[in-house]
């Protein structure tokens, strides 16, 4: 019943042609959704891409009109210029709504690992930004505290520490450090402004026939409302704890997986399909796993990844999808090329872009798997930024060429 519903919504808004809130996560009737992915600290390149998208002017005001713009997460982490970014998207989704357009930022797995304190790729000058006069003493009277605690709880530990521990704890905790805490940790402050901000953001959001999400959308979690996946995140911020992490740490969940984007295990296409079936969609859009330069399309066109690696930490490539009644797009700094919608169209869209962008040496690697049977695609990968970079581990586990065609629903 829903699902009739829910297409009965669908088929009024586009013949009105008036974008539709159906519900927090689900919009319908949006002439134009412009989505960029990953943007790990880099303002700059953050602001190429939305000026070659149209969406701002000189200033960096908005100038997207109705436009929906969707950032799927990442913007934390690797670069000095998350703070800035942040600020800068929110007064940009103020400017958005007044013009009839949306700005939605969702939740990627750095923004969660900010919310929880693992802080191992926090940019040095992210910590810089929240610096002030009073930082010092903040963390003079913190570092009391962590050692009157040691002492309490673990004398013997306490007296074994070197004279030049407080040394070496300064260097994991530099100045704003003790603020940026404040800011992004609940447990530290409830109403940390960034802990706020990334509690009341989605995990996934539907616009049109478009699911947008971080990771991608597993086997696990086939069946799962978008609303669900939130909800289980939420809570897990909220209310952490390391040794239950659940959906925030699971390689399979929302916010980690990489199944649909060349990694292993890679998704079936029965499980793709299962998934677009189970939403109404005709496509999953994802970031977190960085191509190297392109927007680039699988499974036939069903999977659309658009974390092009933006970030300097990246090789700095920005670019952005485009989707209007017009057709999907991939759009960069040069011009806008169409997407493949079969990956047997994949090559030549691969070869318009290497011409493109002739000096980027990472292209080329694209090419080598776009006709390799489904089970050899994890080739694809970039090891830059691979499941097991982000463990912090040299090797990665073993795993499975491809993920069993099963559809199920976690809780």
Known sequence: MKKVLFLLILMHSVAAATPLEVDPYHWTGVERVIAIGDIHGDYANYLVALAAAGLVDKKGKWT?????????????????????IIEHMDKLAKQASRKGGRVHSLIGNHEAMNVYGDLRYVHAAEFAAFANKNSAKLLDRY???????????DPEGYASLPESYREEWNKTHPPGWFEHRQAWDPAWNPEGELAQRTLNSKVAIQINNMIFLH???????????LQSLTDMVVEKLRNFDPANTGILEDENGPLWYRGLSGGLPAATPETVAAILENHQARHIVVGHTPTGGAIF??????????DAGLSAAYGGHPAYLEVTSEGLFAGYPAGKLPLPQKD??????????????????????????????????????????????EA??????????????TCGISQ
């Open 297 to 306: 399309t699988r499974y036939d066109g069903a999977v659309i990844q658009i």
């Open 64 to 84: 997207g009109g109705a436009t929906h713009l969707v950032q799927t997460g990442d913007i934390p982490d690797r670069g000095p210029d998350t703070l800035r």
């Open 392 to 405: 912090g581990s040299l090797e990665p586990p073993a795993r499975p060429a491809v993920q069993q065609p």
């Open 143 to 153: 570092f009391e505290l962590v050692m009157q605690d040691l002492q309490t709880r």
């Open 344 to 389: 047997s169209e994949r090559t030549a869209y691969l070869q318009q872009l290497i011409a493109m962008f002739p000096d980027n040496g990472a292209l080329p690697q694209l090419l080598e798997p776009v006709n390799q049977p489904l089970a050899a695609t994890g080739a694809g990968l970039n090891a830059a930024d691979s499941a097991a970079d």
């Open 215 to 225: 990771g991608g959308l597993s086997s696990s979690y086939c069946q799962n409302s």
